[in-house]
């Protein structure tokens, strides 16, 4: 599946849209980036969560980098077939990721529909 950068983005902020107003607003510190490709030293992810999950952070949280929530556009492109795919991947692509960030493990994402 082709798609350029600029649609894959459309994507992702479409599939930001479909989250509650009320998980967004308890989203702390956290960026939320597309890149073309997934870490070269690892397998192949469609998307990553790299910081400190809410329920990790003690009181001693503070002064640190935002966490990053990276969705890779040609690892999901490879995968899919169509655009409602790329469109369907993605959102649970986002969803997973954004689950990190609440500390939702993989086991349960999976478990329930996400992984």
């Known amino acids: 599946m082709e798609m350029n950068a600029e649609r894959f983005e459309e994507l992702v902020a479409d599939a930001l849209d479909e989250i509650p107003e009320q998980l967004l607003r308890m989203m702390r510190n956290v960026a939320i980036v597309v890149e073309d490709e997934s870490p070269p030293d690892g397998p192949e992810l469609l998307?990553?969560?790299?910081?400190?999950?809410?329920?990790?952070?003690?009181?001693?949280?503070?002064?640190?980098?935002?966490?990053?929530?990276?969705?890779?556009?040609?690892?999901?492109?490879?995968?899919?077939?169509?655009?409602?795919?790329?469109?369907?991947?993605?959102?649970?692509?986002?969803?997973?990721?954004?689950?990190?960030?609440?500390?939702?493990d993989d086991a349960h994402l999976h478990e329930w529909g996400w992984g």
């Open 47 to 104: 998307g990553l969560y790299e910081g400190v999950a809410l329920p990790d952070r003690g009181w001693d949280y503070g002064g640190v980098l935002p966490d990053k929530i990276s969705i890779f556009r040609n690892p999901i492109l490879r995968i899919c077939e169509t655009e409602e795919d790329v469109v369907e991947e993605v959102a649970v692509t986002v969803v997973h990721e954004i689950a990190h960030h609440f500390g939702i």
